[in-house]
């Protein structure tokens, strides 16, 4: 037998799980500040639930079985079907809505560099409001989030399917070429204009000249997103979808600036979102530093998809960050901070029979708030100093039978590497100052 | 199509969620002070390293599957084998090795009150020491976990497998029959002594003097556990595994009395924990107002079971909490804070063309670390005051034309009824003196 992890899997030791433990307490910090309360939805859902929501490919790569009792369910795939789920089965739920949910989603991708086959999203949603206000809502949350987690530099890219509609009304095509003109222009970054070319020309009903004014319009860069919609009302004045598109996402920019957060959002009419749920704003969020690595933080408007599994519409906007994809990007960019273990003391076993005297020591540790561990042997001193080394635990407490009848200890402090015979009381006094931030983060 | 979450599941909507969220930070941070950094590991194992590891009847309740590469896989059943899975990989690991995980398993039971499919579990464990120290460093934090959640009527039960043995031994058995025997015994609180007389009466082999023997032991109930164990010893006192059990929950009694936690904890030679893969000491918790909810948090030693995996020993000890049970258990007994969004302040749209100061606003009150929520639409007043009314938001700030123009705000305190017109520095003020303990918790 191969005792090993699932393949396209991974585990996350202690290291880094701080760190990503860390990650998910600030967003939902930030998710909490901005008034959402989380939900949580289970694992599994009905196949039926979740088939015919990701488009063709994406329902490739559900995991999808039977169950003990001959059901037909699957692991869930994103967070965002099952919210429409619960929305639809919660008719007493009162509107406008807002709720958050982070949790791991399954897909059976091909596993690539920083791509695994689960991964934890963190999703925000505002339901029952189709408004400037509710989208601009979202691109205040990622922003609010990138900040707390200590990125400056991010560009929040924004489009409007009606947008995206129209760029194919202007390249000849009717429905049935839409979805691979818009993948190709989602990867028009990364291919060129020439490939593109090519590559749109085999789309059958294409016009040429036509691929040539969208390509004119998504390659324009005036940096200005203000400047970026003036381009759009010159070039698709006269298509009503995308007149209104320019106007909703005018209203947003107004929102967005005066949230204060306006230099971080950018229009940009060539992203296109995979998922076919989406309907109206669509945004994805790319780091300056990582320029190939992809969105980090995406989502858009799906006012269908609840409608699909409830029966009655119900307008809805979210954004859910990517949060394994951007643990690897922090680690790659230096900023996630180093700490292998929460201890701040090591109370020594400096024999069995003063075990008790170790345990009630660091009982008194604890209810200070100092993180304490006990060593679990009457190991050697030297080898209970370098596990203390080792896992890089500032204070080592030590009780041997002098400092037990005397009622002190001796605290040693490993980086300066002083020892002093001292109180709890002032150990703990000590400790504290030395760590002003506090155990447990 | 049936719109419904999966039968045996559920969901968590965000008043019941905000309560669970809160009891996962508390055990979070209990676990972290006593220098327990967390670890996570997929939801999906192979399904070899599960298999052999929960005894027939838990083998049953896997899921399991075969995936989109037809690898034979499995939902992950508890936290303990999957760390076991870990320390058999990464033989670079330091020992003694602590690390807390909580998350998900699942079981496909058949569903009951309160007892569903898909359950977090919240463990710790202590890899690599088979000692009194480690042993009690378990019951030091379960009773840590059920103070920080403000539990205070709860029995820890704690016993020892040599016991087991003994017990098994005295009544006659050996290993054929033991299983059955220790399950009837667990069942001795409920079934009662006749039904248990009856019971293990048809085990082959049973001695039925043993039997009486046995009883003897497990009901005397002298309240104190030194009495017990003094007890144990005189009924046991031949057979060497139990001396050396005895001897070991001796030493854990000092260690527990020492940590200032004896009360709660009890030895009761009735506890026979259910997983057959426990060698040392076991404990069960059960919650004093809640005699029949079975236990919330209970774990053992399990010496052999990393070496199934690893191909070498590694003595290791783990406590468990059912979060989902214990969640059931103080919702029932009203121990949970009544919040139902985290929201400290609505502020109203009063027009569209205003909703720009309305999120001006909202941004500088997040700033101060006050949770805020834009009403997302320019509805009538009366129907956002509802709104306000209805999620238990207890302030409302309402930016008009006049306010505007003053560079004012309008604040309504909502169980007061009074509304004032004031800066927005005086209002963050007010905020942050009526509500003491601050947004997020």
């Given at each position: 037998m191969k005792v090993?992890?699932?393949?396209?899997?991974?585990?996350?030791?202690?290291?880094?799980?701080?760190?990503?433990n860390r990650m998910v307490r600030a967003v939902q910090q930030v998710f909490e500040c901005h008034g959402y309360p989380p939900l949580m939805t289970p694992a599994l859902e009905y196949s039926e639930i979740l088939l015919g929501?990701?488009?063709?490919e994406g329902e490739m790569l559900l995991y999808r079985f039977r169950d003990n009792g001959d059901r037909d369910v699957a692991l869930r795939y994103d967070l965002t079907v099952p919210l429409a789920r619960v929305l639809a089965e919660h008719g007493e739920i009162t509107m406008p809505f807002r709720r958050y949910q982070i949790a791991p989603v399954w897909r059976a991708e091909k596993p690539a560099?920083?791509?695994?086959?689960?991964?934890?999203?963190?999703?925000?949603d505002l339901v029952g409001a189709d408004?400037?206000?509710a989208d601009a809502e979202m691109?205040?949350?990622g922003s609010a989030v990138m900040k707390e987690l200590g990125i400056s530099g991010y560009r929040i890219r924004i489009n409007h399917r009606g947008i995206l509609a129209a760029l194919c009304r202007l390249a000849g095509l009717t429905s049935a070429g839409e979805v691979e003109f818009l993948r190709l222009l989602d990867k028009l970054d990364k291919i060129g204009a020439d490939a593109f070319r090519d590559q749109v020309g085999q789309i059958s009903g294409i016009d040429e000249a036509g691929v040539e004014s969208v390509l004119k319009i998504v390659m324009a860069n005036p940096g200005d997103s203000r400047q970026i919609l003036a381009g759009l009302e010159d070039a698709l004045g006269s298509d009503p979808e995308a007149v209104s598109s320019i106007?909703?996402?005018?209203?947003?920019?107004?929102?967005v600036e005066a949230s204060g957060v306006s230099e971080q959002c950018h229009i940009d009419p060539s992203i296109a979102r995979g998922l076919s749920?989406?309907?109206?704003?669509?945004?994805?969020?790319?780091?300056?530093?990582?320029?190939g690595f992809g969105s980090v933080m995406s989502g858009?408007?799906?006012d269908g998809l609840v409608g699909l599994l409830a029966g009655k519409d119900l307008p809805a906007i979210g954004i859910s960050l990517g949060l394994d994809r951007l643990f690897s990007a922090m680690k790659e960019l230096n900023l996630l901070e180093n700490r292998s273990q929460p201890a701040d003391v090591l109370v020594v076993q400096f024999s069995q029979a003063l075990a008790p005297a170790s345990f009630a020591a660091a009982a008194r540790l604890r209810t200070a708030g100092i993180a304490t561990v006990v060593y679990p042997r009457d190991a050697k001193l030297k080898k209970q100093f370098q596990f203390a080394q080792k896992a890089e635990i500032p204070f080592v407490v030590v009780i041997g039978e002098d400092e037990q009848s005397r009622g002190t200890l001796q605290l040693r402090e490993m980086d300066k590497g002083s020892q002093q015979e001292i109180s709890i009381d002032e150990a703990i006094r000590i400790i504290g100052v030395e760590l002003p931030e506090g155990n447990n983060q």
């Open positions: 090993q992890c699932l393949k396209g899997f991974r585990d996350y030791l202690p290291e880094e799980m701080l760190q990503k929501k990701y488009g063709v560099r920083g791509r695994f086959r689960e991964f934890m999203q963190c999703d925000v408004t400037a206000a691109l205040v949350i106007e909703r996402m005018s209203e947003v920019l107004d929102l749920y989406y309907t109206g704003l669509v945004y994805e969020t790319f780091l300056d530093s990582l320029p858009g408007r799906y």
